[in-house]
C-alpha cells in the first residue's frame, strides 16, 4: 500500500482534474455525510438524546440504534427522532449541494452506502444514484416475510408528535401489512435485509454505467469512504482502475486516504475535509 500524500497545489490539482473529467463515479460513505454535519455523537447528540443517555448510559446515536430497548414503544421512540433528523432534515452544511454544482453537467453516477438520502435532497438525478445499504426512510418486515419496503415519513411524524416520556402510542408500532410482524429498518445488517424492486433496478442501473463506460476515461471519486465495508465502493474502485488505464482515481478523505502502489501513477489523494476542499 502506498500513500499518497497532500502538496500545497492537490486542491488546485484536483479541481483541474474533475474539470476536465467527462465521466464520473462517484463512491461516497459515511465520511461525506459527516463533513456535510450529520454526526453521530457530541453536541448533536445531546440536543436529541439527552434523555436517553441519562436513562441507558450510551454516547452516541450509533450505539442506541442496536440498544436493546425495554419495548417497542420505545424503540420507536428513539428511531423516529433518529430518522427525522438523520433523514428528513436538511444537512447543517451544504457539502452535497457542492458536489452537485460540480458535477451536475457531467455524465455522472453514484454509489454509496449512506442511507440519509442527502444527495436527491441536493438536487441528484434519483436514476443516477444506487442507496446499496438502505434508506432510513424505509421500512420492511422484520421476518421478513416478502421483499417489500414501505415509506415512513408520515408515522415517523406522529410518532415525534405524540410521544411521551420517550415512549410511543402502542397503536402507532408499526407492523408489517401482510404477516403482521414489527417492522424494523430496511438497513443492511445482517441476512434479513431486503432488497425491493428498487433496489435492483438501481443496481441494474449502476452496473450498466460500468459497462458502458469500461474503456473510456472515468474519474473515480471517492469521497468519505472508510474501512467498514471496503468491498462496495473503495476495493471495487482500485480494481476497476487498475483494469481501466484511462481512469483516474480522486480520493478526498480525512485520514484515510490513500491508494495501492498498482494505480499510485494515475491517484491523486487529499487528506482533508471534504467540505473544506469544495470550498476551496
Known amino acids: 500500500m502506498k500513500t ?9 490539482h484536483a479541481r483541474e482534474i474533475l474539470d476536465q473529467a467527462e465521466v464520473v463515479l462517484i463512491g461516497a460513505g459515511a465520511g461525506l455525510s459527516s463533513s456535510a454535519g450529520f454526526v ?13 443517555e441519562a436513562k441507558y ?32 432534515q436538511d444537512a447543517p452544511k451544504p457539502v452535497y449541494s457542492d458536489l452537485y454544482q460540480l458535477v451536475k453537467d457531467k455524465d455522472y453516477f453514484v454509489l454509496t452506502t ?12 434519483k436514476n443516477r444514484l444506487f442507496y446499496t445499504q438502505g ?24 410518532m415525534l408528535e405524540q410521544q411521551v416520556g420517550m415512549r410511543i402510542p402502542t397503536e402507532l408500532v408499526p ?8 417492522m424494523t429498518m430496511n438497513l443492511r445488517a445482517d441476512d434479513t435485509f431486503v432488497q425491493d424492486e428498487g433496489w435492483y433496478r438501481a443496481s441494474e442501473r449502476y452496473g450498466d454505467f460500468v459497462r458502458r463506460h469500461k474503456n473510456v476515461p472515468v474519474l473515480y471519486l471517492e469521497l468519505g469512504v472508510g474501512m467498514n465495508t471496503p468491498g462496495i465502493i473503495k476495493y471495487n474502485f482500485w480494481q476497476q482502475v ?39
Open 57 to 88: 448510559g450510551f454516547h452516541d446515536m450509533y450505539t442506541g440504534g442496536f440498544y436493546p430497548f425495554e419495548s417497542l414503544e420505545e424503540y420507536w421512540a428513539y428511531w423516529s427522532r433518529f430518522i427525522f433528523i438523520n433523514r428528513f
Open 242 to 280: 487498475y483494469r481501466n488505464l484511462k481512469s483516474t482515481y480522486l480520493c478526498i478523505n480525512r485520514g484515510e486516504s490513500y491508494a495501492p502502489r498498482e494505480i499510485a501513477d494515475r491517484s491523486f489523494c487529499l487528506d482533508s475535509d471534504i467540505g473544506l476542499v469544495f470550498q476551496a
Open 114 to 125: 449512506n442511507v440519509d438520502h442527502c444527495f436527491q435532497k441536493a438536487g441528484f438525478d
Open 4 to 12: 499518497v500524500k497532500t502538496k500545497p497545489n492537490m486542491i488546485e
Open 40 to 52: 453521530y455523537h457530541g453536541e448533536r447528540f445531546h440536543q436529541n438524546f439527552g434523555d436517553f
Open 175 to 182: 407492523r408489517c401489512p401482510v404477516c403482521g410482524a414489527p
Open 135 to 158: 434508506d432510513y426512510g424505509l421500512w420492511q418486515c422484520s421476518k421478513p416475510c416478502c421483499q417489500k419496503t414501505y415509506d415512513n415519513e408520515g408515522t415517523v411524524r406522529k
